[in-house]
């Protein structure tokens, strides 16, 4: 049976990066279900990863594709891995004191929870580093999210420092071993 990942992205430059992975996810023959935040279709077009996913990308918790079922409700119990990258603070912050104004934060809330979930942040070191993230993080691992750690790099703003999204590599291999899958591209 086709394992079915839910990839939310959330507004960094980082979101670019969702097209890759998506891409990468899809050949590995994942059935991948993109969730994305307001800010993260500023960065990359839902059209590209519908395209890349071969599925309806979710941008609006209030659309309802179907009267009997609720969209945020249904992608969480279908879900075999949920996993946020980017992570951006702002969507860190509502996910850690319950916010549910957005298709990823909504989705995000109703998740099984079993249900394996991981949080890639990426963002400007200082924002990483301050100790209202690390709190919010730290609250998000108390509730079982997973997080996988922003690397060292040169970042957008020109700093260099710890917040640039993982590898590719990295987060592929992670979604594989928690879906005891082996195919590691």
Same mark, same amino acid.
């Given at each position: 049976?086709? &394992? *079915? +990942?839910l990839?939310?992205v #959330?507004?960094s430059?980082?979101?670019y ?8 996810l899809?050949?590995?023959?994942y059935d991948i279900?993109?969730?994305m ?5 500023a960065? +990359?077009? /839902?059209?590209?990863l ?9 941008t ?13 409700i249904?992608?969480? &119990?279908?879900?075999? @891995? ?11 912050? &509502?996910?850690?004191?319950g916010?549910?104004? %957005?298709?990823v934060?909504a989705?995000?809330?109703?998740? /099984?929870?079993?249900?394996p ?6 963002? %400007?070191?200082?924002?990483y580093d301050n /100790?209202i993230?690390q ?7 108390e ?7 922003p690397? #060292?790099?040169?970042l ?5 420092? *710890?917040?640039a ?5 990295i @987060?592929l $291999? ?5 879906l $005891?899958d082996?195919?590691?591209?």
């Open positions: 049976m086709t &394992k *079915r +990942i990839l939310a #959330s507004g430059i980082s979101a990066k969702a097209a890759d992975l998506t891409s990468q899809k050949k590995c023959g279900h993109v969730l935040t307001e800010k993260a279709q960065f +990359i077009t /839902p059209l590209t519908q395209v890349l996913s071969k599925n309806t990308v979710h609006d918790v209030m659309v309802e594709n179907s009267a009997d079922r609720i969209n945020h249904e992608l969480g &119990k279908q879900a075999d @891995l949920f996993i946020l990258a980017p992570a951006s603070a702002n969507t860190i912050a &509502k996910l850690a004191n916010f549910a104004d %957005n298709m934060t989705t995000a809330l109703a998740l /099984p929870a079993d249900l979930k991981f949080i890639a942040p990426a963002m %400007n070191t200082k924002m /100790p993230t709190r919010n993080i730290n609250t998000l691992k509730v079982g999210y997973q997080i996988i750690e690397k #060292s790099s040169l957008a703003c020109g700093d260099i420092g *710890r917040g999204l993982a590898d590719l590599e @987060l $291999q992670t979604i594989q071993e928690n $005891q082996t195919k590691i591209l």
